[in-house]
C-alpha cells in the first residue's frame, strides 16, 4: 500500500500544479476601453424558466445599444414564461417571444432551440444565454471586444456561481474541479486542437456567418453536451474557439436545491463521455486521487501503513480546492467538505452510467433523452 501512497501522491502533485497554473495563467475578460462594437443579437432559450427570467432580461436591456434584438425562444412553458417575456418587450421593442415549434426526431430540447433562435436573428453576432444567466455592465461589448482582440470566432465565458443554499456551496463547486484539474486552460489558448475546445452554455458568442458555416447547433443536435461539443467542432472545422473566465461578466445560479443538482448533473455526466473507457478512466482517476486519500487515513493509521503520505496527498487535495475558491469565490469551508463533494460526484457518475447504459435514460424539464439500446458507447 505504500507504494498505491507514493504513486498517488505523485499524481495529486501534478494536479495541483496544473490548477495553480490554470488559476493563475488563465486570462478573464478584459474591461471595456471604449470603442462601440457591432450590434449583438442576444439569443436565450427557455422552457418554464419564469421565476428566473426577469433578472437575465433586466441585465440584457442594460447593456445598451450593442444588444441590437433580444429573441427568446419559449420551448413549450406551462408557468407564464411567454406572457412574461410579452411584458418586457411591450418595456423594450428589442425584446421579442419566439413559440416553441414541436421537437423533431434526433434534437434534444436546448440545441433545437438555439437553432431557431439562430433563424431568426438578424445581427452578425450571436450571443446565446441560458434563462438563469445575469450579466455584468458593458458584458455584451467587452465580450465582442474581446472576440475581436483575440481573432476568435467563438467565446464563451466561464460564469461565476451563485450558490445561496448549504448544497449548492458543497456541490456546485465540483463543476470547475472536475474540469481545472485536467483542462489546461492556459494551453487551449494558444493551442487550437478540437480536444482543448471548452464551453459553457451559459454564455456562448458566436459569429453568425461561421456558426452557419459550421452546421451551427444541428451539428450537435442529439448532445445534451452541446456547448463543449459545439466548441470542438468550431476548432476541427478550422476556426478559432476560447473559453475565458467570465467571473466578473456574467453569473448564473444553476440549480437550488439539492435534488434540482443531482438532476442536472445526471443529465450531463455520463454522456459528456465519447468512450465509456474514458468515462471510466475519470472515474477510477477521480477516485484513486480525489477520494481515496480521506478513506485510507483512518485505515492507515489503525494498521501502521503510510499514514503521512496518504495525509499529504490529502492535503494537496485539499489545496486545490483552496486555489480554486480564491480564484471562484467559493467559501473557505466548501473545501473541507471535498471529500463528501467527491463522493456523491461519483454516484452521480455512477448512476448516470447505469441510466444510459441500461437504456433507461436521463430526464431534463420533462423530457428524456439517452434511451437508446444498451451498449450504444464503446
Avoid at 412574461?84 to 419566439?98: A, I, S, T
Wanted: with cysteine; aromatic share 10%; glycine share 10%.
Amino acid at each position: 500500500m505504500t507504494a498505491l501512497a507514493i504513486v498517488v501522491l505523485a499524481l495529486c502533485t501534478l494536479v495541483l500544479i496544473t490548477v495553480v497554473l490554470n488559476m493563475t495563467l488563465w486570462p478573464g475578460v478584459r474591461p471595456f476601453e471604449g470603442g462601440e462594437p457591432g450590434p449583438v443579437s442576444v439569443l436565450i432559450p427557455a422552457r418554464n424558466e419564469a421565476e428566473r427570467l426577469g433578472p437575465c432580461l433586466e441585465s440584457v436591456l442594460r447593456q445598451g445599444a450593442v444588444a441590437a434584438e433580444v429573441l427568446v425562444y419559449d420551448d413549450h412553458s406551462t408557468d407564464g414564461t411567454a406572457e412574461l417575456v410579452r411584458h418586457f418587450g411591450e418595456r423594450d421593442p428589442r425584446v421579442r417571444v419566439l413559440p416553441g415549434i414541436a421537437l423533431p426526431e434526433g434534437w434534444c430540447g436546448k440545441p433545437f432551440a438555439c437553432a431557431q433562435l439562430a433563424e431568426q436573428a438578424v445581427s452578425d453576432w450571436l450571443l446565446f444565454l441560458d434563462a438563469d444567466t445575469v450579466l455584468g455592465g458593458d458584458a455584451v461589448a467587452r465580450m465582442a471586444n474581446e472576440a475581436a482582440a483575440r481573432a476568435a470566432t467563438f467565446l464563451s465565458c466561464w460564469p461565476g456561481l451563485e450558490c445561496q443554499t448549504f448544497w449548492e456551496r458543497v456541490l456546485m463547486p465540483m463543476l470547475g474541479f472536475s474540469v481545472f484539474t485536467l483542462f489546461p486552460a492556459p494551453l487551449s489558448l494558444s493551442q487550437n486542437d478540437p480536444s482543448m475546445g471548452l464551453a459553457h452554455g451559459a454564455c456562448i458568442l458566436a459569429h453568425r456567418e461561421v456558426y452557419a458555416a459550421v452546421g451551427g447547433h444541428a451539428a450537435v443536435r442529439h448532445e445534451l453536451f452541446e456547448d463543449t461539443c459545439l466548441a470542438r467542432l468550431w476548432r476541427a472545422r478550422g476556426q478559432r474557439s476560447l473559453c475565458l473566465d467570465g467571473q466578473d461578466v456574467v453569473r448564473v445560479r444553476m440549480y437550488a436545491e439539492l435534488g434540482e443538482i443531482w438532476r442536472g448533473f445526471l443529465k450531463n455526466f455520463y454522456p459528456a463521455f465519447r468512450r465509456t473507457r474514458s468515462f471510466g478512466l475519470f472515474m477510477l482517476f477521480h477516485f484513486a486521487c480525489f477520494l481515496l486519500p480521506f478513506l485510507m487515513i483512518p485505515v492507515a493509521l489503525l494498521t501502521g501503513g503510510a499514514w503521512p503520505v496518504w495525509a499529504a496527498a490529502a492535503a494537496m487535495v485539499l489545496a486545490m480546492r483552496a486555489v480554486m475558491g480564491v480564484r471562484f469565490g467559493h467559501p473557505w469551508w466548501s473545501s473541507l467538505c471535498h471529500p463528501v463533494a467527491e463522493a456523491m460526484l461519483l454516484g452521480l457518475g455512477v448512476s448516470s452510467w447505469r441510466r444510459c447504459r441500461s437504456g433507461r435514460g436521463v430526464e431534463w424539464k420533462g423530457r428524456r433523452y439517452h434511451t437508446g439500446a444498451p451498449g450504444e458507447k464503446r
